[in-house]
């Protein structure tokens, strides 16, 4: 009787005796709850900037302006933006003598994508493409011809040359939070004319918004401040709630065990 009792006491809690027969716990069910992990929402909100670029340019050059930009982000991941702005030149040859003049607006179109993998946070690396367009009038004049056989001169000077141009851009560029809402932000472009309207006189030295004409391409750069107006800039979190059996056998096929008893 003594070896019986401390057998029984032995057995786990879970499994207790009524009688002869030993009984387990009918299945039950448990709810699992998972979190995944948080997304940004669709869209982020917009962002305006300054360009200082050709702001510099132009104090330390012949030729520069005043560009401002809207960027709309969704995702965090796509960044359609357009850009605006003012060109100016004022140019003088050194050789020639030759002085170019204009001034005129732009418009630039196209996209950005952020290439880093976590979108949820504030600091961008980013690749884009852009399409320019400008319509202007320039001035050209310089010393006047002189007739190498009849003699004499006649002055050199056209007014208000009517042309229209069109480029692409490819650019890389990185945008870095200072505090809440400011960015600073730089860009590398390079910049490949497309087409530019031809007239009788001359071509142009310098297109408003993609810059001079020495070569078919060209090299730019942007320095932007950037403020963001991103009220939506909040992770979207959601929830999977599953309900699953608990892992026990089955009612149907839980054993039945008779445990031998002493008799005296």
């Not at 930009?69 to 040859?93: R, S, V």
């Not at 976590?118 to 011809?145: C, M, T």
């Not at 002189?146 to 650019?171: H, K, M, R």
Request: proline share 6%.
């Amino acid at each position: 009787m003594f070896l019986m009792a401390v057998i029984l006491f032995s057995l786990p809690s879970h499994i207790y005796s009524q009688g002869n027969v030993i009984e387990r716990e009918k299945p039950s069910q448990y709810v699992e709850v998972t979190e995944e992990k948080p997304k940004p929402t669709f869209f982020q909100g917009f962002s305006i900037s300054a360009d200082l670029f050709p702001m510099g340019q132009k104090l330390l050059s012949d030729y520069g302006g005043f560009e401002g930009c809207l960027k709309l982000n969704l995702l965090n991941t796509f960044f359609p933006a357009i850009e605006a702005g003012y060109g100016i030149c004022d140019h003088t040859d050194g050789n020639t003598q030759i002085l170019y003049k204009t001034s005129a607006p732009y418009l630039r179109i196209g996209a950005d994508y952020n290439l880093l993998k976590n979108k949820l946070q504030d600091n961008v690396f980013y690749v884009g493409a852009r399409y320019g367009l400008s319509k202007y009038k320039f001035d050209i004049s310089g010393p006047a011809i002189v007739d190498p056989i009849w003699g004499g001169s006649a002055p050199f000077s056209n007014q208000g040359i009517n042309t229209t141009s069109q480029w692409i851009e490819i650019l890389v560029g990185a945008q870095v939070k200072i505090f809440k809402g400011f960015h600073m932000g730089w860009a590398v472009r390079y910049k490949h004319e497309i087409h530019s309207s031809t007239n009788d006189f001359a071509s142009p030295f310098y297109i408003p918004g993609y810059g001079t004409t020495t070569g078919a391409s060209c090299w730019g750069a942007s320095y932007h401040l950037i403020f963001d107006l991103n009220w939506g800039k909040h992770p979207r979190r959601s929830m999977n709630i599953e309900l699953k059996n608990k892992a026990i056998l089955p009612q149907d096929t839980q054993p039945t065990d008779n445990i031998p008893t002493e008799t005296n």
